[in-house]
């Protein structure tokens, strides 16, 4: 019978808690590293783009997300609405479990829900880049509340709804595939991926590009952004990924530093490696 109700393992719960920090600090790491990329008079749309995915996501996630990521399965492709509408069954006690909580697994239903919304809120960011100067902020605002109900929570169903998980039935891919995806590669980087891909081909290049000049204005936010980042990332998959992940980014960084002509295209290239190395290593590992 789901949800399952019981006593929180203290230290999962502990670990959990400190992992969605860290998942949550990726998206403002993200709104410095595109930030400071774009032009002085760019920079705090790009910014508000990056942070306001995490109220329209958190919005979407307590209404409707959350219950059709990780409600019932149907035919593997989404989950039931009736499940978990409105967080329904993820918090507080039942009166035939006066002494427990919902949990998944060993953890709060609640904190697993808010741990799953900080991943739905860095694939919502990582889209913003592909925009840069060419979409207004309302605009921006439509599409990632779009973008994340017709998008994003079905992937996630696919990947993250494990059977026995949240409900007795999960999606498609971690059930008939057997893929189990720990560090998020198919529903936020593949996804936002391809995703930004199709919008930057649907909008255009920029206007005035490549005439006018448009070099990035801020190089310390953009150096900044991948060390959040990739601190952030610590928290999204489990420990033994941690070294395999800082080893390679730090002697890719050595590279860069060793070219002195062209300090500002040294450091803008490092920061760019360092967020594309943290992604694609962690993953192979």
Excluded at 43 to 69: D, E, H, K, Q, R
Excluded at 196 to 206: D, K
Excluded at 226 to 243: E, K, L, N, Q, V
């Amino acid at each position: 019978m789901f949800p399952k109700y019981g006593v929180p393992d203290s230290a999962n719960t502990a670990w959990m808690l400190t992992a969605f920090a860290l998942v949550l600090l990726m998206t403002p790491a993200l709104a410095l590293f595109y930030g400071g990329m774009v032009r002085s008079k760019s920079v705090l749309n790009m910014m508000m783009m990056c942070l306001s995915a995490i109220p329209i996501v958190w919005i979407i996630w307590v209404v409707v997300g959350y219950s059709l990521a990780f409600g019932d399965d149907h035919g593997g492709l989404i989950g039931s609405f009736g499940s978990f509408p409105g967080l329904h069954h993820t918090y507080g006690h039942d009166s035939a479990h006066p002494d427990g909580m919902p949990l998944v697994g060993t953890i709060p239903a609640i904190l697993f829900v808010a741990f799953q919304a900080g991943f739905a809120m860095v694939t919502v960011a990582l889209i913003a880049g592909a925009v840069a100067d060419r979409m207004r902020f309302l605009s921006w605002v439509v599409f990632a509340a779009i973008w994340s109900v017709l998008v994003y929570i079905p992937i996630a169903h696919w990947v993250f709804s494990s059977p026995g998980l949240t409900e007795a039935h999960g999606g498609w891919i971690v059930s008939h595939l057997r893929a189990i995806d720990f560090a998020g590669g198919t529903a936020v980087e593949i996804n936002s991926g391809a995703s930004a891909l199709v919008l930057a081909l649907l909008l255009g290049r920029r206007r005035g590009w490549p005439k006018d000049p448009m070099r990035p204005h801020n190089l310390p936010f953009v150096m900044l952004g991948p060390d959040c980042c990739g601190s952030g990332g610590s928290g999204s998959t489990p420990a033994r990924f941690w070294r395999p992940t800082v080893r390679p980014r730090s002697s890719r960084s050595t590279r860069w530093v060793r070219v002195p002509r062209r300090w500002s295209l040294g450091s803008l290239s490092n920061s760019s490696d360092m967020v594309v190395r943290h992604r694609s290593v962690r993953h192979r590992v």
